[in-house]
């Protein structure tokens, strides 16, 4: 079972990952906490990350948004300072898991958890996420849409800390749907986020469809007027990026029904200019 | 391996020493002895070990015990004082709100951040805050109404 490291600044916890291997770095603990107590994970340090100050950053900068990897989902839903453009977050957090695991839970956790079911992630992806990390060799930004890989794996190296992600200014707005089996707890069966631009560019990325979330990009630029005309070509483009299975939670015909209900949902609220209420 | 901690549970400030693989369940249970915080599924999905840590009602089987070095937690020891029931637990017996008990500490965390934070919630806002709080037998319209009903007395004040 693991040592556990607590570094109060980034520097210092740069000096650990120098000296040490094998380090998890603890977030949420929200899955980790989990695999640790099965024992489906072991490591021989756990770097608690929530007492580097740097990593609590929660703010508009001239860029964009930036969220640190300390940064809990309950923060992120009732934060009250969003743009129009990046409150489907909120909408996505509200989905995710429970009130009390939200308290825990982070963004970050939940981008490097890798799950493709993982609820922020396509919210993120239509935003145009990067992921900020720092690692004993230096920094790197990666484009969330560059980041996974396969199943709960993604290009971080080991001893690569992630400390933020920022989302630049992108003025429009977006939605974020998600169908489950119960309220509270259950996991994603379908998750798509949309997402409008005010320059009328118009994206998806979806959940629980593939071995990762899957950003659809390259679908056009349409007028609220012509988004009704074009919605059988849309849905033709989003459902011909994902790749299902069938699991316990949902047959892969189901899940490919319901991407293709919710993308409709999304183009009909965009073509009228309407909020459209999260469905659970 | 075991470490010393410094945590405030319920107002006392414990100098404690803990295994730095437990979790803050088991630093409660085990070494503070304090047993009303019950584990149930120790994987974050049914609330009973609900606690307010620095404010925010989490699972204690979901939080180290080491990240909880310098924490302000309450359990559900802290309701009760000389020995006299507190609204929320008052409310409960009044509305028949559990059966076997075993979730109810829980229930009564989750409420208690949540009237802490917003004196007087809506039913939305209260379902929310205890979704994550599962009861295997009494349902839930009488905790629901236990907690409105304190909700609401409030409203009075």
């Not at chain 1, 109060?8 to 000296?19: C, N, Q």
């Not at chain 1, 989902?73 to 939200?102: G, P």
């Not at chain 2, 806002?125 to 236990?146: D, K, P, Q, S, V």
């Amino acid at each position: 079972m693991p040592e556990f490291l607590q570094p109060t600044s980034l520097t210092e916890a740069m000096e650990l990952l120098r000296e040490k291997q094998d380090v998890r770095f603890l977030a949420g603990g929200t899955d980790l906490i989990i695999l640790l107590r099965n024992r489906t994970v072991d490591c021989r340090y756990l770097m608690d990350i929530k007492r580097i100050p740097e990593l609590s950053i929660f703010q508009y900068t001239p860029e964009g948004l930036t969220i640190g990897a300390a940064v809990t989902c309950n923060r992120i839903l009732h934060a009250d300072f969003f743009r129009q453009e990046h409150e489907l977050l909120q909408d996505a957090a509200r989905t995710l898991a429970n009130s009390l695991l939200r308290n825990r839970a982070t963004l970050i956790g939940n981008i490097c958890n890798a799950s493709p079911g993982g609820d922020m992630i396509p919210a993120c992806l239509v935003l145009g996420a990067s992921v900020h990390t720092c690692s004993p060799g230096g920094e790197r930004v990666i484009p969330l849409s560059a980041f996974f890989t396969g199943v709960k794996k993604h290009v971080l190296r080991p001893d690569e800390l992630a400390v933020k992600v920022t989302f630049p200014n992108k003025p429009g707005r977006g939605v974020y749907l998600k169908k489950r089996r119960i309220r509270g707890h259950d996991l994603t069966q379908v998750g798509l986020a949309g997402f409008y631009g005010e320059d009328r560019s118009l994206a998806f990325a979806a959940a629980s469809v593939g071995p990762t979330p899957v950003l659809i990009d390259g679908i056009g630029s349409f007028s609220p007027e012509e988004l009704p005309g074009a919605k059988e070509e849309i849905l033709a483009k989003v459902a011909a990026r994902a790749r299902p299975i069938s699991d316990v939670r949902s047959s892969k015909e189901y899940r490919l029904a319901m991407l293709r209900y919710f993308t409709g949902l999304a183009v009909d609220a965009f073509a009228a200019g309407e909020k459209l209420e999260v469905l659970s | 391996m075991k470490r010393s901690i410094h945590v405030t549970v319920n107002g006392i400030a414990y100098d404690a020493m803990c295994s730095e693989n437990a979790t803050l369940i088991t630093l409660l249970r085990e070494e503070l002895e304090l047993t009303g915080t019950k584990e149930g599924c120790g994987a974050g999905e049914c609330g009973a070990c609900t606690v307010i840590f620095n404010g925010d009602a989490v699972n204690a089987c979901m939080v180290m015990a080491m990240e909880a070095e310098g924490a302000e937690i309450y359990t559900i020891e802290s309701e009760a004082e000389n020995g006299e029931l507190s609204d929320l637990q008052k409310s409960f017996l009044e509305h028949n709100a559990f059966q076997c008990g075993f979730c109810t500490p829980g229930m009564i965390m989750s409420a208690r951040a949540l009237l802490n934070k917003n004196p007087h919630p809506t039913k939305e806002e209260i379902i929310e805050a205890m979704e994550g709080n599962l009861c295997r037998c009494t349902g839930y319209e009488t905790i629901l109404a236990a907690v409105q009903a304190i909700a609401g007395e409030r409203d009075g004040e």
